[in-house]
């Protein structure tokens, strides 16, 4: 069974740093791309970085870059978004996604999701 597990989400003061870990099960990262998503209260899902490590490619939203990197370690079949200069506006619940085929910044194209985290910027 395919499964997504996010984690390493809180509260943080602006400024400051977190490390997001989408743990896969049921699939290997060799195959697929992981595309992390971010939803704030009452605003629609939107693509904030995605990767297909048998590639080595690599997409970051515009107001995401330079301050958000993604990495994936294939061993412990792992994405990571070390997210660091956080700022209020990147409060929202943050999603990762798996798609065997589809690499990019569009939700609706991605089979499966993980249940979220919290991210909180907050002074």
């Known amino acids: 069974q395919l499964q997504l597990v996010e984690s390493g989400g809180g509260l ?3 400024g400051g740093s977190l490390r997001l870990s ?3 099960s049921g699939f290997s990262l ?3 791309a992981i595309g992390w998503f971010r939803q704030a209260p009452g605003k629609e899902r939107e693509g904030v970085s995605c990767i297909r490590s048998s590639e080595g490619s690599t997409y970051y939203a515009d107001s995401v870059k330079g301050r958000f990197t993604i990495s ?3 061993a412990k079949n792992t994405v990571y978004l070390q997210m660091n200069s956080l700022k209020p506006e990147d409060t929202a619940v943050y999603y990762c996604a798996a798609d065997r ?3 990019g910044m569009e939700p609706q194209w991605y089979d499966y999701w993980g249940q979220g985290t919290q991210v909180t ?3």
């Open 12 to 14: 943080v003061q602006p």
């Open 22 to 24: 989408c743990a896969a």
């Open 30 to 32: 060799d195959y697929h």
């Open 72 to 74: 994936s370690d294939n």
């Open 101 to 103: 085929w589809y690499l």
């Open 121 to 123: 910027v907050s002074s």
